[in-house]
């Protein structure tokens, strides 16, 4: 009874839930479900990996990130001979080889894809080492597997492309100087071309300039280089799969823990400033539903003559 008298609300009500059935990245209101991976390069233990993680959930907006971590021979820091070992690996798995660590980030991978569902995303990151052994992982997947699957490699040895895989997207990024290009062929002879593209139109191969001036520095991922790119993915990632309902409700949970802390000024600035951007966002997207729902009405009530 009551939506037969209020049409007008009924047709807000089936329009939102329609919104909620998309699951395209079209629906800004209501986008489709993501998660975060990441594996790492050589020489990382396992209390290497919390730094990296932070930063890309602090970049993505601050999602959690799962990360799959490729285990090292090395025993400390200063273990030269464990260095040598995981080069020395990376390199037969440049070479095609299999081994458990490739295992196990199939098995990471799909894990990630039954939580987002089939609808949703994986944004997988990868950085050297991690890479190729994102690349033998990738033959081990299924074609729909991949559909559902970003790419995001860094410095990677071995460059990930949908000409070769039919992934959602491939970006690869190389500093101009990062020592890895003498052992990828591929992101060479791209180099010299220019640009490398894949399946779309979407360039895939990206070169940057260096950010240090010192190549080894350059390919760490959490350097100034790729630390650039890596905050530009993060900002598109936001704009893409983040909800600014998500971001509001966020703000009005968080906020108010900010008044028992001791950085509570800057704090409550962020979180109150993304909080309104929330908020005009969604009150935006309602105008423009309203319109568009009144504007049909309108077209569909209007009186056209008949011309004898």
């Not at 080069?87 to 490739?102: D, F, K, L, Y």
């Amino acid at each position: 009874m009551w939506a037969k008298n209020n049409p007008s609300w009924l047709c807000l009500l089936i329009g939102f839930s329609f919104l909620a059935s998309q699951t395209t990245e079209g629906s800004k209101l209501f986008p489709r479900r993501t998660k975060l991976t990441w594996v790492n390069g050589i020489a990382h233990l396992p209390e290497h990996m919390g730094d990296p993680t932070f930063v890309i959930s602090t970049a993505f907006g601050n999602v959690d990130v799962d990360y799959c971590h490729n285990p090292s021979s090395m025993t400390s820091e200063s273990d030269y001979m464990g260095f040598v070992k995981d080069g020395i690996q990376a390199s037969t798995h440049q070479m095609g080889r299999i081994t458990p660590e490739v295992d196990t980030l199939v098995e990471h991978l799909r894990d990630a894809l039954a939580k987002v569902g089939k609808s949703g995303r994986v944004i997988h990151i990868a950085h050297s080492q991690g890479s190729v052994i994102t690349w033998l992982a990738a033959k081990r997947l299924t074609v729909e597997e991949c559909r559902r699957i970003e790419i995001i490699s860094f410095g990677g040895a071995a460059t990930i492309c949908t000409s070769e895989f039919p992934f959602s997207r491939c970006i690869n990024y190389y500093g101009v100087n990062d020592p890895i290009l003498n052992v990828v062929p591929s992101a060479v002879k791209a180099l010299k071309s220019g640009f490398s593209f894949g399946g779309g139109l979407e360039q895939e191969i990206i070169f940057l300039a260096s950010r240090t001036g010192d190549p080894m520095t350059d390919h760490g991922l959490l350097n100034p280089t790729y630390l650039e790119a890596l905050l530009w993915e993060g900002q598109r990632y936001q704009s893409l799969y983040l909800s600014p309902l998500g971001k509001m409700v966020d703000g009005a949970f968080v906020a108010p823990l900010a008044s028992s802390m001791a950085w509570f000024p800057n704090f409550a600035y962020h979180v109150t400033r993304r909080l309104f951007v929330a908020i005009l966002r969604i009150l935006m997207l309602l105008r423009d539903f309203i319109r568009n729902v009144f504007s049909h009405r309108g077209e569909k009530d209007r009186y056209e003559p008949i011309t004898l």
